[in-house]
Nanobody, 122 residues
């Protein structure tokens, strides 16, 4: 089992920055990939970024590449999503997720946090 807890969401204006945090605990050694997904209002959950605990390789969705940065603190088992130049279309509930293999699909992740709301006003 892996427990995940997100924090850091809020209401910001377009162009602002925000950093999300995800605290992981439990069998993180069995789940090497940590992902951030987001679910805009009325839409399906979509991939945003992912990182591996081992090696730190990263991947991004085209919609966030160049604006968002995923990072980790392996000693603290924390994963972060730094979001810059936020746009109204970034408004969504953001979820942290864990998987034992890399995937850009939500179905590929076994564990999920409860989500944190990010709202970007124009």
């Amino acid at each position: 089992q892996v427990q995940l807890e997100e924090s850091g969401g809020g209401l910001v204006q377009a162009g602002d920055s925000l950093r999300l945090s995800c605290a992981a605990s439990g069998r993180t050694y069995d789940n090497d990939v940590m992902g951030w997904f987001r679910q805009p209002p009325g839409k399906e959950r979509e991939f945003a970024a992912a990182i591996r605990w081992s090696g730190g390789s990263t991947a991004y969705a085209d919609s966030v590449a160049g604006r968002f940065t995923i990072s980790m603190d392996n000693t603290k088992k924390m994963v972060y999503l730094q979001m810059n130049k936020l746009k109204p279309e970034d408004t969504a509930v953001y979820y942290c997720a864990a998987s034992n293999s890399f995937s850009r699909k939500a179905v590929g992740y076994n564990y999920w946090g409860q989500g944190t709301q990010v709202t970007v006003s124009s």
